[in-house]
């Protein structure tokens, strides 16, 4: 990798954590020196402006989940340790070890649930990658019997990304992981009765 690349890449990892902490909007490009080492110059030698490396730094941090999520899932042979791959790699955001600052996606949809940010439709792409990680578990479950052919995949996956997100913000508020060991005990008595 050049140095020009190394640099670009310094930058993107810095200020992806920095804007999932503080918000798109609330960063400012004296935060993402101070965070870089870098004049403001040698960030605009890389990114035209803010809002592309706002859009990038999120893409950084969606595609590092992405890819454990389905690392962790892929590595398993049943529906029950896919969902606790799952789960475990979402657990991660409530103690910051993969991504600071807890989801990505939530965050950046509550930002522009407020206010225009030039990712929506990378926000929206991933949770839909969620959603169809999560049904496509449920969906392996039930064709091995071990989830009831009854329950909507589609349905189910709503309710467990919807659960999961909610109780991470709650015991990110509170600073009380019980919000969302609760939400997960209730998925796995759910879909593993």
Known sequence: MNKGKKTRTHIIEKSSVLFNKTGYKMTSISDIMEATGLKKGGIYN???????????????????????????????????????????????????????GGCPLMN??????????????????GFAGLLKLIQSIIEYGKKHEEIDNRLDD????????????????????????????????????????
């Open 108 to 125: 950046a949809a509550i930002e522009a649930d407020d206010s225009k940010v030039d990712f929506e439709d990378s926000i929206k792409e």
């Open 46 to 100: 890389h990114f035209d402006n803010k809002d592309t490396l706002a859009k990038e730094s999120f893409s950084h941090s969606k595609n590092v989940l992405k890819e454990k999520y389905y690392e962790a899932v892929g590595a398993k042979g049943t529906a029950y340790e896919q969902l606790d791959a799952f789960i475990s790699i979402f657990c991660s955001l409530y103690e910051d070890n993969i991504v600071v």
């Open 154 to 193: 589609k349905q189910l996956a709503i309710f467990i990304l919807s659960s999961l997100e909610g109780s991470l913000a709650l015991s990110r508020l509170f600073q009380d992981k019980s919000y969302l060991d609760s939400v997960i005990k209730q998925i796995r008595s759910t879909l593993f009765q």
